[in-house]
């Protein structure tokens, strides 16, 4: 993957840019921003049936918070239904959709074109939402010249002029760990401003620049912790759990267990508890 200069700032936390962000502007708390897609969601489902009004119970339960939250949540848009009848359902799209910037079209650019690429690249969702891919970028001289979802795949060495004459501030990224941090610094100083990350790393990027992270490793760990609980199945005490992880995780074991000042397993004192100066067996580690 190609390389950029390094950004020397460390700052995750947007601020030049927040002039712009009406939701900010506004003083819409982060955590009601990130369940305005859901309000969202529910209010086109309701709309493509039809219906006029929906109560704040009835949009509660079909975007998955409680009534309370939910009517919280729209005060800070200045929306407060009406007694007895309910939210228009027409109105909350597109007030939503405005508050959330989705009434103007948004150029996105998605740098490493291998399988979840080109998954992306084929996403219905995106345009139907706002978001038109406006490249594809590669710097595998075997991707490059390929297609995906009728657009060519093109040379990282024209990201720059891409950003510049499609207006793009929006960038994916679903390159290999590695190359991550190195697009990251391309697309920034390319003039991107919003990157939306799925490589299992993190990111350092300057003020101003807002970075969303999808990690579906993560998620399926949480899952995996409890569909682990459901089936009423606690971690074994013991090595038995660490034998059936993943390599990473035993070494991570082991290496705790160095730390701690004990061994890679411990041995079994007489009377079968651990020896003196160990920690005892771990019952599994997950990754950070």
């Known amino acids: 993957m190609a390389i950029g ?31 305005l897609p859901l309000y969202l969601r529910a209010l086109t489902a309701l709309s493509e049936r039809s219906v006029p009004t929906v109560s704040s119970e009835e949009l509660a339960a079909a975007a998955g918070v409680n009534s309370a939250k939910l ?3 729209f005060s800070y848009l200045g929306s407060y ?22 009434t103007q079209d948004w150029p996105v650019v998605i740098v490493g ?24 970028l590669d710097a595998d001289p075997a991707v490059v010249g390929s297609s995906a979802a009728g657009l060519p795949v093109r040379h990282m060495d024209e990201l720059e002029a891409i950003v510049e004459s499609q207006q793009v501030s929006i960038g994916v990224i679903t390159t290999p ?42 998620e399926l760990q949480i899952l995996a912790f409890h569909e682990q609980r459901k089936a009423g199945e606690e971690p074994d005490r ?3 759990v660490l034998d059936r992880a993943p390599g990473p995780v035993r070494a991570a074991a082991a290496k705790l ?24 067996d771990l ?3 997950m990754p950070a």
């Open 81 to 102: 239904g009406t007694r007895g009848v309910g939210y228009d359902v027409e109105y909350l799209v597109y007030q939503i959709s405005r508050e959330l910037g989705l």
């Open 5 to 35: 200069r390094s950004t020397q700032s460390t700052s995750q936390t947007p601020d030049a840019g927040a002039a712009r962000r009406p939701s900010r502007a506004r003083g819409i708390p982060e955590a009601t921003v990130a369940r």
């Open 177 to 218: 760990p590695g190359a991550a941090q190195q697009v990251c610094d391309r697309l920034v100083e390319a003039g991107v401003t919003s990157i939306l990350n799925f490589a299992p790393t993190v990111l350092t990027v300057p003020d101003g620049v807002d970075v969303r992270k999808v990690d579906l490793s993560i």
């Open 257 to 280: 267990r160095r730390a701690a000042g004990g061994t890679a397993k411990a041995e079994p004192a007489k009377g079968g508890k651990p020896a003196k100066g160990t920690e005892g």
């Open 113 to 136: 074109i291998g399988n979840l690429g080109h998954a992306l690249a084929n996403y219905g969702g995106f345009a139907s939402r706002g978001f038109r891919v406006a490249a594809l």
């Open 283 to 285: 019952s599994a580690v």
């Open 71 to 73: 009517r919280k949540d």
């Open 238 to 240: 013991g090595d038995s």
